[in-house]
């Protein structure tokens, strides 16, 4: 009976064993993943153009951008004018900066940019700084290797990007925000989020929750740091982490250390829900 006791345990400890290895190796993999795109952003161009194009608009409508390798940074002004600065970097070559352009279309109440390699495998990059009308829509801001950034007030903001964090602050009427490798911060947004990333953290700070919150990420913590009390419909839930929650909730269904349910406040205001796999969740008062 007590060898069969020893051999059980001894089979739990390998498991166990088996789960922080692969844990471990996951980060490993993670960090050197994240290394090499750090160091593609990062990394040193020799050769640079700047470009530079102002479109006036009547009124605010969208706008949507699409990049390759490079950094985004949006913010938006009481002015009635979409202004596009961009910088091309070529690490090698100067002549591959030619190899490269940014194609603008430009409407009434709609303007289009576009990053277009004429060959694969470029070590280029183009860095944008847009500025918009205030209340403009972002139909969609993306980029694959790069950073994206938003300050402003917009009607909507969708932004992408695949090796890279992603900034919000202002006000926005619905922001989506998703990544693959990159942490997500979030400072002030007023309005509906929608939060994703799969190899990185997600932080939100906020004076309140007025629409709905959904977080989610694989690999990664989710930190909301929050002035006020909510009136919310509340869910947390982590597979291998803890959840702390600083505001008091009324439990409804399962309730543990890693998973959380039920209402805050009166719970008939917007929803919260924040899901990651490897990682702790925290709501804290600021």
């Known amino acids: 009976m007590s060898g069969g006791k020893m051999s059980t345990n001894r089979i739990s400890g390998i498991l166990r064993s088996n789960h922080i290895l692969s844990l471990f190796l996951l980060l490993l993999l993670m960090v050197v993943f994240s290394s090499a795109c750090e160091d593609f952003i990062d990394a040193t161009y020799k050769y640079e153009e700047p470009f530079s194009q102002t479109i006036a608009v009547k009124e605010p409508g969208s706008f949507s951008l699409s990049n390759i390798n490079g950094s985004i940074t949006v913010t938006s002004s009481p002015a009635m004018e979409v202004v596009i600065k961009a910088t091309k970097h070529a690490r090698w070559r100067k002549e591959d900066l030619d190899k490269v352009r940014i194609d603008v279309v430009g409407g009434e109440k709609s303007v289009i940019v576009e990053t277009v390699h004429e060959k694969r495998n470029l070590q280029v990059k183009v860095d ?92 990664g913590s989710i930190t909301v740091r929050l002035k006020n009390q909510p009136d919310a419909y509340f869910s947390a839930r982590t597979t291998n982490g803890s959840v702390r929650v600083d505001y008091p909730v009324t439990i409804e269904g399962t309730v543990n250390r890693r998973r959380i349910e039920g209402r805050m406040g009166s719970g008939q205001g917007p929803r919260i829900e924040l899901h990651t796999t490897n990682g702790s969740i925290s709501l804290m008062k600021i």
């Not at 847009?130 to 403009?136: A, F, G, H, L, Y």
């Not at 300050?151 to 909507?156: H, I, L």
């Not at 903001?157 to 990159?182: K, M, P, Y």
């Open 128 to 219: 944008y700084e847009i500025t918009v009308p205030e209340n403009m829509a972002l139909e969609l801001v993306k980029t694959v290797n790069g950073r994206v950034n938003l300050s402003g007030r917009f009607e909507r903001a969708q932004l992408r990007t695949t090796n890279g964090s992603i900034t919000a602050r202002g006000e926005v009427s619905w922001l989506e925000a998703a990544t693959t490798n990159g942490s997500l911060d979030i400072i002030q947004v007023k309005g509906k989020a929608d939060l994703k990333t799969t190899n990185g953290s997600i932080k939100l700070e906020l004076d309140e929750v007025s629409a709905d919150l959904n977080a989610r990420t694989t690999n």
